[in-house]
């Protein structure tokens, strides 16, 4: 069964609106969970890292401020796309650590995000 | 800056042959490495990993071969179905070097090779 629940599958919103990304670990506490970015053709991106209880930490050339993180309990962590531009359509895909530091093993189902 | 590289977009085998798939990294710190398999609209599943204190890791019919000297590992599927047909994602990370870059437990990924085995 899924390890990584993430919703929505896919969302079309309006320039400028915020669209919320869930993703929940279901068998067991993460404290680490991963927020990935896949453009077409291209590798997964690691946007950042989302730490339960504390900041998440951002890759390099990632807005904090326009990609808000919220990791408020040990099994899920939202991802808010703040005012968003057709830029930003993508497909956004949470994984979950195995464990402190562990490699993500585990990756959600991703959710496609158009920006029209 | 593309650490992890997959040179291959796409490959094309037919049912029962064997598929290789290859990988390249730069990074000398990586010592742990995976292979996931993407199908469209999904996200990644993982599928067979590697340790650099290891050269070959075999799960059924995925064997995975690292050669650190050439920094180039690979997938081989053997015997190759209609259902491996996927995109599969090679991934490093440094879970123990030095540099583990900003985020423990990340991984750099390639950016994939379209396997495609028809009957």
């Known amino acids: 069964g899924a390890v990584v629940s993430q919703h929505p599958s896919w969302v079309i919103c309006k320039s400028g609106t915020s669209v919320k990304i869930e993703c929940r670990s279901l068998?067991?506490?993460?404290?680490?969970m991963f927020w990935y970015r896949q453009f077409p053709k291209q590798s997964l991106m690691l946007m950042a890292t989302s730490n339960e209880g504390s900041k998440a930490t951002y890759e390099q050339g990632v807005e904090k401020d326009k990609f808000l993180i919220n990791h408020a309990s040990l099994t899920l962590s939202t991802l808010t796309v703040t005012s968003a531009h057709p830029e930003d359509s993508s497909f956004y895909i949470c994984?979950?650590?195995?464990?402190?530091?562990?490699?993500?093993?585990?990756f959600g189902n991703g959710t496609r995000l158009t920006v029209t | 800056d593309q650490q992890v590289k997959q040179n291959s977009p796409s490959l094309s085998v037919q049912e029962g042959r064997i598929s290789i798939l290859n990988c390249d990294y730069t990074n000398s710190m990586f010592d742990y490495f995976l292979w996931y398999k993407k199908y469209p609209a999904e996200g990644p599943t993982f599928l067979i990993s590697?340790?650099?204190?290891?050269d070959k890791n075999e799960d059924g019919r995925f064997t995975v071969f690292l050669n650190k000297s050439a920094k180039h590992l690979s997938l081989h599927i053997v015997p190759s179905q209609p259902g491996d047909s996927a995109v599969y994602f090679c991934?490093?990370?440094?879970?123990?070097?030095?540099?583990?870059?900003?985020?423990?437990?990340?991984?750099?990924f390639g950016r994939g090779t379209q396997l495609t085995v028809w009957p």
């Open positions: 991934a490093a990370s440094a879970r123990f070097g030095a540099d583990r870059g900003s985020t423990l437990g990340r991984l750099y």
């Open positions: 068998d067991f506490q993460a404290t680490t």
């Open positions: 590697i340790s650099s204190i290891k």
């Open positions: 994984s979950v650590a195995a464990g402190t530091g562990g490699t993500p093993l585990h």
